[in-house]
């Protein structure tokens, strides 16, 4: 029996009333306290994680500012990262093997190219799967999360007999196209569509007059704008370190920058500084995509799940 109830009985109507209200004090108060500052043992742990996933970093900086022979000789070869690091960097742009400019203009186009035609197609589909009703629409969507089970691996040799027919082996319309739809991508919108968009929402744009791709422009997308931002980084970060298919298609001619940095180990002697110049260097750009945009993905993904 609740307390509101015994009092009800012991002691009347007032009794009762003071009992109630005594509970919504104490639910105001755990309210209260369940969104408090997290405490110093939070931040410590944050701190320690922060530190244990920088390291790696900070190891490839120390490594590339460092000489051959002090790599060869100490473990951890200095403290700090000196200036030449920058001259490093030069010898990695400047390097006849690695055709550093040619490689970043590939990256930049395939990422970004691969980046938002995943996001529309994935949002598009994820709408026609969470909100639209049609016959074999759940044995579909099966079907599609079933594929991210198929190791890339086995597509590989059909994949490439295809664009040898097509004459696309070297070209870097081979490592765009087959990547322009992402079952991943297709099961995180629908998922997030299905919470965030309510059906009336949708119903009320049809009962106003608006067609269906209409209705997935102006309710769906803006609706989906959190996750898809989310959706669009994944991509854009998986694609700029993508290695095994840009390499067995491309080559070494019309490179990637992970395939660029992989050249600087063509040579009888490997120099590892310059290695790791070369391997800092690729993983910049995604530093600066973080620091530029990542507080408004964060407070875009906090909007969605109030929202949702």
């Known amino acids: 029996m609740s307390s509101v109830a015994a009092a009800a009985q012991g002691a009347g109507k007032g009794a009762a009333k003071a009992a109630a ?7 105001k ?25 920088a390291f790696p970093l900070y190891y ?29 960097f030069a010898d990695v ?19 970004v ?6 996001v529309l197609t994935s949002t598009l589909a994820g709408f026609s799967f969470a909100k639209l009703r049609y016959p074999g629409r759940n044995a579909l969507l099966v079907f599609v999360i079933a594929t991210m089970a198929v190791p890339t691996q086995l597509g590989v040799i059909p994949m490439y007999i295809l664009m040898s027919e097509i004459g696309w ?35 009320a744009a049809r009962v106003d007059g608006a067609s269906m791709f209409r209705t997935f422009w102006s309710i769906a997308l803006p609706a989906a704008r959190p996750a898809a931002a989310m959706l669009g980084l994944f991509i854009f970060v998986m694609q700029w370190t993508m290695f095994f298919w840009p390499s067995i298609i491309l080559g070494s001619q019309n490179p990637t920058l992970p395939i660029a940095v992989q050249n600087l180990t063509a040579g009888y002697h490997d120099d590892y500084s310059l290695i790791m ?5 690729v993983t910049l750009p995604l530093l600066i995509i973080f620091a530029v945009i990542g507080r408004q993905l964060v407070a875009g993904i906090m909007q969605g799940a109030v929202k949702g």
């Open 21 to 27: 209200r005594r509970r919504v004090r104490r639910q």
């Open 277 to 281: 110049a070369g391997v800092f260097l």
């Open 169 to 203: 082996v070297g070209k870097i319309q081979a490592v765009i196209v087959p990547a322009l739809v992402s079952a991943f991508g297709v099961f995180w919108m629908t998922q997030y569509l299905d919470s965030a968009l309510p059906f009336e929402l949708i119903e």
């Open 93 to 111: 742009m400047g390097n006849s093997q690695v055709n550093f400019w040619l490689a970043l203009a590939n990256s930049v186009i395939i990422s």
């Open 60 to 88: 490839t900086l120390l490594l590339g500012s460092s000489d051959q022979v002090t790599i060869s000789q100490e473990v951890l070869p200095q403290l700090l990262p000196d200036a030449s690091i920058f001259e490093r």
């Open 113 to 118: 190219t691969i980046s938002v035609a995943t």
């Open 29 to 53: 108060h755990h309210g209260e306290s369940a969104v408090r500052r997290p405490g110093w043992i939070t931040y410590a742990v944050l701190g320690i994680a922060l530190v244990i996933s």
